[in-house]
């Protein structure tokens, strides 16, 4: 069961800098839908789509490969968890 959940566990892809932004853009992109869809504005709703890749855009961007003193810190607590499990 436990290696059937790792499929959804984060912390295995490593951590994700844009997570906070891809959020935000997700979020403007489903209210300029909703906002597209009640007015029946079929620009608005484009201008939705347009966000929405603009977050997918973000997927393609360089990872920094150097890691905060907090991400390290965090880092290194899962590693010891993992050890005592």
Known sequence: MADSL???SYRRRGSDQWLEWKVRIFSVAA???LG???LDERWVT???IMVLAGGLAL???PASDELGADDLAAARACDVE???T
């Open 6 to 8: 790792a499929l959804f």
């Open 31 to 33: 209210a300029l839908t």
């Open 36 to 38: 597209g869809i009640y």
């Open 46 to 48: 484009g201008a939705a």
């Open 59 to 61: 997927r393609f961007l």
């Open 82 to 84: 993992d050890d005592d």
